[in-house]
C-alpha cells in the first residue's frame, strides 16, 4: 500500500519523537499535510487500543495509559 510522503513522515515521527527531525526529517514537507497526518495518526493509536478493550485484553491499564497519552497528544495539536 502507498500513502504520500507526508503520512510516512508522520508516521516516522510518531515512532521515532524527537530523534524524527535529525534521523530522516526534511525540509520540503507540506507543513498542513503532515500536521493532519499527525492527527490522524494519534486518533488511530487512540481508536486501536479501544477496540482492544472492547474485548477481554488482559492488562486494560496498560492500554488505557497508551489511549490517554495518544489522546491527550491529538488534543495538543488541534488549535
Given at each position: 500500500m502507498f500513502f504520500d510522503v507526508e503520512w510516512?513522515?508522520?508516521?516516522?515521527?510518531?515512532?521515532?519523537?524527537?530523534?524524527?527531525?535529525?534521523?530522516?526529517g526534511v525540509d520540503d514537507l507540506?507543513?498542513?499535510?503532515?500536521?493532519l497526518?499527525?492527527?490522524a495518526q494519534r486518533l488511530f493509536l487512540v481508536?486501536?487500543?479501544?477496540r482492544l478493550l472492547d474485548g477481554d485484553f488482559p492488562d486494560?491499564?496498560?492500554?488505557r495509559g497508551i489511549i490517554?497519552?495518544?489522546?491527550?497528544?491529538?488534543?495538543?495539536l488541534l488549535p
Open positions: 510516512e513522515h508522520a508516521h516516522m515521527q510518531v515512532r521515532l519523537g524527537r530523534d524524527w527531525a535529525a534521523t530522516v507540506d507543513e498542513d499535510r503532515l500536521a497526518c499527525m492527527l481508536a486501536g487500543p479501544m486494560r491499564a496498560f492500554m490517554e497519552h495518544n489522546l491527550n497528544q491529538a488534543l495538543a
